[in-house]
Each structure stands twice: as C-alpha cells, then as structure tokens.
C-alpha cells in the first residue's frame, strides 16, 4: 500500500517517459552500446515492459525495488563475466527516477527542519559553484552541465528512495536480502582463496587478483564485485545496518550481532583499510547515540573491544599505512607520487589561485571535467603523470571536486550538507517511537558519516553503489515511523 497515491498519480505518465529516455541516453552514450544492446537489449524490454504494465494498474509495487537491488548487486557481476559496464545506465536511470520521488521529498523537507538546513547549504553550495563557473573565465557548457547533473544524485538518490521503497513489504525484501546474501559473500570468498585460477578465469573479465600487502590473506577479497572496495562497501553498510537493528532492538539481537560480526569478517577480507576503521567506528558511535541506551554492559564492552581492535588494526595495517603515507608526502621530503595525493595537491592549489570561487562546475575533480573539459589538468600538469593518459584515478575521490570547483567556501558548505544531513537522522533516531524506525535513522545517520570519512579516498557521494543503502534506509525510516503514527492516532 502506498502512502500517497495523488503524488504517484501525477508522476505516473512521467515515469514511462523517464524509464524511455533513461535507457536511450543510457545505450547512446555507452562506447560499447552495440554490445550492451545485444547482451542486455532483451533484459531491458522486459524491464521496460513490466515497468510500464506496473504503472497502468499492476498490484505488485515492488519493481523498482527488484530494479535497484538488481542495479547495484547485479551489474558489478555481469562486469565480472563480461567486461562490460553499465553502471551508466543505473546512473542516468536514478537521475530520471529521482524526479519521480521529488513531490514526496519536497513534502518530506516541509516536516523536517534538519533536513531542509541540510538542502538550504546545499542549495548555496550549488549557486557559489553556479557563479564560480561564471566569474573564474573557464565555462564550458556541457562540463558545467554534466557536473550540475551530478552533483544532485546524493538528494536524487533520497528522493528515488522515497518514491521506490514505500510500502511495507519493501522491508521484508530488504531483510531477506540482508539475512541471506552473507551466504553468497562467504561462498565467493572462499571460492576466490581456495581455487584463485578457476575463480579469475570465470569471473576475471574486469577484475583480476589484487596481492594483500601485508602478507596476511591470500590476496584483497573481491567476491562477487569488480574490486575489493566494493565488497568492502556493501559488507560495511549491512554491518552497520545488521548492528543498528540488534542495538535498537533487543528481541533480535542475538541473530543480528552475529549476522555484524559476520559481515565485519567479510570487510576485513577485503582488506580495506579506510572502510574497516570506519565501520568499526560506526557501530561504536551507536551504542552511545542510539535511544535510550544508558551505560551498560554493552557499552563497557564496546570500550575493552577498542583497548583490544585498535592495536590489532594498528599491527596488522600499520607498516602498509606508513608506506603509503610516503606516497602523500608525509614524513618525507619525498615527491608526492599518489595519484589521489596529487589531485589533493592540484585541488588545494585551484583553490588558492582563484580564491575565493573555485575554479567552478566542470572544471577538476569531478564527471563533468573528466569527459568533456582535460584543459585544467593539463595546465597543472598532470600530463606528466603515468596514470594520467589511462584516466585512471581521477574520479576515485571525492573532496577535490568540491576543492577546486567550489573554493574553500564551497568545499565547507558542502561539508557542512552532509554534516547536517547526518545529525538530520540521528536526531530522528533518537526521537522515532519504533525501535525498527530508529534503527534504520541510526543507521542512515552514521551512514553519511562514514560517508564523509570514506570520500577522503573514495568516490562516496558520487558512485550511487556507495550511498545506495543510506538512502534507502532513510525512505524506510520515514515510512515505518509514519505508519507506526498513523496505527497510534486509529
């Protein structure tokens, strides 16, 4: 049952036209569109088709949601096999679906004022960088336009959520998924370890064995992903997810403590370094955010846990760690030689020279610079660089874009968004009078800070696989908290 048909109504015929367009700009802008055709052509009609008969009167409301799981979990596999990506088509499909959840979201905002302080920076971060673009002499239309484009999927992403999973059996699918996927991660895992030569020649097409530096496993996890930090990603959000809900709700704690410590062993399978430290710190900054919860034992737990994890992290990571830093220029009078460090170094330089705007939209660090404006690159040199001409690296994190593009000012505004935009679902968290309600607010809310940790060397906001589940459980959060309001007033 949905919660408001009128809107849904309205969006009805755009949805059709959205879904249409998504797949033709999706193909058209594909390099490999005459092979994507031919391998997922048919899966797309009938994605299409389904779709349309679900919006003339269908019962079942669950397809978007079938869609979604399918986009995120299901593409990285078909690289594996392939080699081919469409992860495009999941991105243009969630900038037309966004539009799609934009009455719910508006509505949304007008009840939350955290939330609309959180779209109010945003807001203003996006006219900074719109008159950067204007004022720093380097507009370029298509650059400027595909960077504003992107810059909305984070909210796009929440309002999609909110069109896509409201209604009640949307938490049933979720939970099935979250209960049984460990399976199939731990299947991978092992397949991977044990017979490395018959796994990377099935599912090699993209990825290949990635060596643990520290000697510790057999080579960094992939699993059922194209790399290790995507298995990492997916593992530390069901962590995060599985321990919000066995904090928030003590008649399933036991089953998902377990399902946490279980998924946590597959993120330090992945040996991802950032994405442990920040989960670890995650599902220790709930047991002392959540509601309710006074000093306990668990939180004496938590504690001896820290005394004990860190110094293991700091022992088994630590050596790998120092190497690295050498590579950022720390502690050495060295060249920077990260490819992330030198766009750190680029943006922070941008920033200076056209302080105090930024170089605006479409200028470094972001989608738009990368497919249709180089020129600024070239100007900070980075035509020298080895990694440059394969383009690698350069949309593999995030805080530059916002550096160089936005200026300092639009950097701390757009910090200061997602900040904002956590504390937005903690203090939902802590207000919500469900226990399943506050756990996916508490969970969303760590979320985006885990996010924020995560994108000082990760696409976070910008790769729609990253910021998926936070979005998603700040829809469900909304819906279980109104539908648990809405069976008190009857």
Known sequence: MMFFNDDFKITR?????????????????SVQALSALMLFGPFLALVLMFTIWYLHGAKSGNLFIYISLVCILGLPFALKLTGIRLFGLWQIALVFGGLLGVPLFIRHVKDQPWLLASCILFGIYTCWAMLSSMLSGRFNFWAFSFQFISNLKPLLLISFSLFAWDRLSAQKILWSLVDNFIWILLAFIAFEWIFPGAYFSVFGAYSGLSNDSNGIFPSR????????SFLASVSSCFAMLTAARAICQPENRLKYSILAVVYTVCLLCS??????????????????????????????????????????????FGGDVYREAG?????????????????????????????????????????????????????????NYWWFGKQDFLLDTYWPNSIAEGGWIGFTLLLLHYV????YAIKNSRAASNSLSASYWLF?????????????????FQDPRLYFWVAMAMALAHFTGQRTSHEQKT
């Open 13 to 29: 015929p755009l949805t059709v036209l959205a879904l249409l367009g998504s797949v033709v700009v999706a193909l058209a802008s």
């Open 221 to 228: 996890a992939v699993g059922p992903f194209e790399h290790p």
């Open 271 to 316: 040996v991802q370094r950032q994405e442990l430290v920040g989960a670890f710190a995650a599902i220790f900054a709930m047991l002392f955010l959540a509601k309710n919860i006074k000093w306990s034992a668990w939180h004496m737990f938590a504690v001896i846990c820290s005394f004990i994890i860190v110094p293991c992290l700091v022992m088994l």
């Open 327 to 383: 590579t950022w220029g720390v502690g050495t009078i060295s060249e920077i030689s990260h490819p992330r460090a030198q766009q750190y170094s680029a943006a922070f330089s941008i920033a200076n020279t056209y302080f105090p705007f930024g170089s605006g939209l479409g200028t470094f660090g972001g989608a738009g610079a990368v497919r249709f404006d180089l020129g600024l690159y070239y100007e900070m040199g980075f035509g």
């Open 420 to 423: 904002v935009l956590g504390l």
């Open 444 to 460: 969303a809310g760590l979320g985006v800070w885990f996010l924020i940790a995560n994108a000082f060397s990760s696409p976070a």
